[in-house]
């Protein structure tokens, strides 16, 4: 059998009803699930386990594997990107950061991207798939083995902001933060969580809706509908004003702040004006604004802003009382931006 179910790709409930349907006592599935989510992909090393009921499990299921294809370390050693094949020679990217506070993993909901932001690396190549929760859990789990190996700590945050747009693959990934959260596993904290979306409004309201109490994540990146259509096709499907009511209803609903991304672009979104707009845009919503100097993408013609540009900007936006903060640049020796790693990896391996 070629494609066997994924056991990663499981919850407690699930494995439950494939011990139930084996005739096998349901409370198995909670010692299968503790390993699974240890990160151990050999059955016979699960100990507790019967070796019949190994057998049985080996036959019949998979426990998906991710296959390291490169690891690139920044220099400081604190930003690792990791780019992993897939079972059906895909290829997918994710990146670990040490912050003073724990390691965040920034990985990927899709291969590629149907969105197709003008300057975002990920969207080149179009929406090849969507990943499986179990793809996304296998990410953790190869970074936290890789990690130990270097001994570092363990995974304790996440950021939905690889390649993929979250929300576009929206069951796999809830399933997946519910994976992730689950006290048997990994049990990473909902507040440690961000999905970043480029703003589908009407899957914003189900997520806020859903429980979870993630943190939220709205790339904005301009102050009106014109400039916004003019870099983010999805712009032209839902108006930014009733994307910040989607963000506000988020905020009201879940308690979480939302935080809406900047990208500031040359000549396009990061003049004065621009900023002042982004203020009565924002005016009297509590929010967080993070300013992101523009990753120049290579076959991509949107260049970053100068430093005084970017400078001006934050200081209009921190004056109106906006809370704003500049992202930290980490990994830019690494192709830090999204599907920029992949990128490069194809064209060196296509000579
Ligand atoms: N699809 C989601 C998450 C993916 S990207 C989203 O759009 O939010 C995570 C963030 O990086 C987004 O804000 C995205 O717009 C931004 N981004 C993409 N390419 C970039 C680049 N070249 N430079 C700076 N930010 C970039």
């Known amino acids: 059998m070629a494609n066997k179910p994924d056991l990663l790709d499981m919850t407690l409930e699930e494995l439950e009803q494939v011990f139930v349907s084996m005739n096998e006592k ?15 992909a050999d059955f016979e090393q699960m100990t507790d386990l019967p070796q019949a009921l190994k057998e049985k499990l080996k036959s019949g299921y998979k426990i998906g594997r991710l296959i390291l294809l490169q690891r690139l370390a920044s220099s400081d050693k604190r930003t690792v990107k990791y780019l ?20 965040t993993l920034c990985l990927s909901t899709q291969v590629g991207c149907r969105m197709g932001c ?12 969507n990943l499986t929760a179990g793809e996304m859990l296998a990410q953790v789990l190869a970074v936290n083995s890789d990690l130990s190996e270097h001994n570092k700590p363990n995974i304790n945050g996440l950021v939905l902001m690889g390649c993929g747009e979250p929300l576009d693959n929206y069951d796999n990934v809830v399933k997946f933060i519910k994976l992730v959260h689950d006290p048997l ?27 979870l109490n993630i943190n939220l994540a709205v790339s904005l990146h301009a102050p009106n509908d014109n400039i916004r259509r003019d870099i983010m096709k999805i712009a032209h499907a839902f108006g930014i004003e009733d994307v910040i009511k989607a963000a506000r209803y988020y905020f009201d609903k879940t308690g979480r702040r939302v935080t809406f991304e900047y990208a500031l672009i040359s000549g396009i979104n990061d003049r004065p004006e621009h900023a002042k707009e982004l203020c009565r845009l924002l005016s009297g919503f509590p929010c967080h604004v993070n300013v992101i100097p523009l990753n120049e993408v290579k076959h991509l013609s949107r260049k970053r802003s100068s430093e005084d540009s970017i400078k001006a900007f934050i200081d209009i936006l921190q004056s109106k009382g906006i809370n704003v903060t500049r992202r930290r640049e980490m990994g830019l020796d690494i192709n ?4 920029q790693l992949k990128a490069a990896y194809l064209e060196k391996e296509r000579g």
């Open 26 to 40: 349901p409370y198995r599935a909670k010692q299968l699930f503790k390993w699974l989510h240890k990160g151990t």
């Open 84 to 103: 992993y094949l897939l079972t059906d020679n895909n290829i997918i990217e994710c990146v670990s950061m040490q912050y003073e506070y724990g390691m």
């Open 118 to 129: 003008s300057f975002c690396a990920s969207t080149t190549g179009g929406l090849a798939r």
């Open 185 to 211: 596993g990994l049990n990473i904290g909902y507040r440690n969580i961000t999905l970043s979306t480029c703003g589908l409004v009407p899957k914003m309201y189900t997520l806020a809706d859903e429980g």
């Open 336 to 339: 830090g931006a999204c599907g």
